[in-house]
């Protein structure tokens, strides 16, 4: 029985080294991509999914990049790099905190790429004191909920706009004008090219007052052409 655990013991950590071998990104693919040269101790199937993995990157002088699936050139950098680029986007200038998935994504869409990126991108969120504290807000402070009373269907509206939304429409809209009734949860909509002053009370003259009659309250926010004298005056 010890004999057999020995073997197996010594079995795992040659399947470890193997892995090590086959994933040292920025020196094994670009010593192979310049000289053709393979790793020390690499056996054959080794060297065979070194010829595979290589077929994705590009070696611009001593710059290794990998080509992604949409052709974009990303930039492969080591451990330390890796981390830096980690602790920047995810608790750096912006302070943004996104999950695991999401700042691994990021990373990619700026141009920068490891072998490694989405497991160590989990373990950096796993490892983030704040994530671990506030994610999923269950254990922020609780505040009052405060509920909006609807005094029956159509009484109640709130407006506001979707967009500019890319690529436009055919007709050349790029914006969806939204009023929802909170009662009944009815939603009128129409798309415009802009939203002006002009189209918005247009919209709510043809497509609320005269459709449910003149409500009682209009939701809004603070932009000028949702909020402005021209609804004020046509409500009143």
């Known amino acids: 029985m ?5 073997t197996l013991s010594s079995m795992v950590q040659a ?5 090590m071998t086959i994933h040292r990104q920025k020196s094994t693919e670009r010593e192979y991509l310049r000289k053709g040269v393979y ?11 070194l010829r595979r993995l290589v077929t994705g990157f590009f070696l611009s ?4 990049y990998k080509r992604s699936v949409d052709l974009m050139l990303l930039h492969c950098v080591d451990d330390r790099e890796a981390q830096e680029i ?9 302070d943004t905190h996104t999950n695991g998935h999401a700042l691994a994504c990021k990373t990619l869409r700026v141009g920068y790429y490891w072998t490694k990126i989405e497991s160590d991108c989990y373990q950096h969120v796993k490892r983030c004191m704040k994530c671990q504290v506030y994610m999923d807000n269950i254990h922020t402070t ?3 909920l405060h509920n909006l009373t609807s005094l029956g269907s159509f009484s109640m509206w709130g407006i506001d ?6 690529p436009k429409a055919s007709n050349g809209h790029r914006f969806i004008l939204v009023a ?4 009944t949860k009815w939603v009128e909509a129409a798309s415009y090219a802009s939203v002006t002053k002009s189209v918005v009370f247009k919209f709510f003259k043809r497509d609320i007052i005269c459709r449910y009659g003149l409500s009682a309250h209009i939701i809004t926010n603070d932009e000028t052409n949702l909020n402005n004298k021209t609804m004020i005056e046509l409500c009143e």
Do not use: C
Request: hydrophobic content about 35%; charged content about 30%.
């Open 142 to 144: 609780p505040s009052a």
């Open 39 to 49: 790793p020390p101790r690499a056996m054959e199937n080794d060297k065979t999914t």
């Open 180 to 183: 929802i009734d909170y009662f």
């Open 2 to 6: 010890v004999d057999a655990l020995a």
């Open 86 to 94: 980690m602790e920047e986007e995810h608790e750096g200038t912006f």
């Open 161 to 166: 706009v979707i967009g500019p939304i890319e």
């Open 61 to 64: 002088e001593v710059i290794l």
């Open 15 to 19: 399947n470890q080294d193997r892995e």
